[in-house]
């Protein structure tokens, strides 16, 4: 059985009646992969940096590699596996960073810090 985490970010404000959603699942005993991101297209939630606060508590609440969905069918731990190009930019920011390594083979971003 998979476990899946949903993480949920309100703004303090409470002004929206909507907020941006991480679901992460378990691959094995060592990974985490995020399995979907989503702002809902709320500009509350724009240039924060929550998506990379989340795969950084993660990483340190499970103690657990943090890696990207793929898009290559190869590589997909899931049935409905995929990366939308918002979760790639994401992704990109965090290797820019220095946090996170990214292999063209698997089309995977795992998290390094």
Known sequence: MKIQWVFKVVPESQKYNDFFTKNAEEVDDKNLKIAMMNNHHQEEYIAKAIPE?????????FEKTIISSSNKNNYKSF??????????KVWERIVNNGLAEYNDEKDIHTYTR
């Not at 606060?53 to 609440?61: A, C, F, V």
């Not at 049935?79 to 790639?88: C, G, H, K, L, Y």
């Open 53 to 61: 606060k989340i795969i950084e508590e993660l990483s340190t609440l």
């Open 79 to 88: 049935a409905a596996e995929f990366r939308t190009s918002p979760a790639t």
